[in-house]
């Protein structure tokens, strides 16, 4: 019984809300330290008049500023993923009905690669009114679908089932 450690707490990385009837997303970033590079670097180039330590500064902030824009690109991407999520899963946000969705459906609508979305939703937790949630959740295959059809995700074939098991007649 004895305890691994203390808790480890979730936190979400995007929040969903109903502002006027729409459904908005916003990426929670407060826990993200911002990246930005310091000036002193580009001072100390332009100040400079060494070539080799030019070419030496000049690389690193070549360096730096990819490592800033890689980071941006990985947020808007997961930004992206999450609106693509929301209004394809607007019927969970508002009623609490899922549908099949799947990766390859939401990267096509990005025109991004499967594995792009994988990697974007990959730990990541949406906080919306019904809970905390990981971004996983909203993607599953269909079940009992007839005729080769998408069918129902399975959270929602649950509900369904426990309803009627509810209903049902005891006698």
């Known amino acids: 019984f004895e305890g691994g450690g203390p808790p480890a707490y979730l936190c979400p990385d995007l929040q969903v809300s109903l502002e006027d009837g729409a459904l908005e997303v916003r990426l929670i970033d407060e826990n993200i330290p911002t990246m930005h590079i310091s000036g002193y670097y580009r001072t100390l180039l332009q100040d400079t008049g060494e070539e080799e330590v030019r ?3 000049s690389n690193k902030l070549r360096q730096a500023e990819g490592v800033v824009r890689a980071v ?10 999450a609106e693509e999520i929301v209004r394809r899963q607007a019927g969970f946000f508002r ?7 799947t990766m390859a459906e939401v990267a096509c609508a990005l025109n991004l690669h499967e594995s792009t979305v994988s990697r974007a939703v990959r730990d990541k937790y949406l906080q919306c009114p019904r809970g905390l949630f990981p971004l996983s959740f909203f993607f599953s295959r269909g ?13 929602a074939a649950r509900t369904l089932l426990l309803r009627l098991i509810r209903e049902e007649d005891p006698i």
């Open 72 to 81: 941006d690109q990985r947020r808007s991407t997961l930004l992206s993923c």
């Open 55 to 57: 070419e030496y500064l």
């Open 143 to 155: 079940v009992g679908g007839a005729s080769g059809g998408a069918g129902t995700a399975p959270e």
């Open 95 to 101: 009623r609490g009905d899922l549908v099949p969705l």
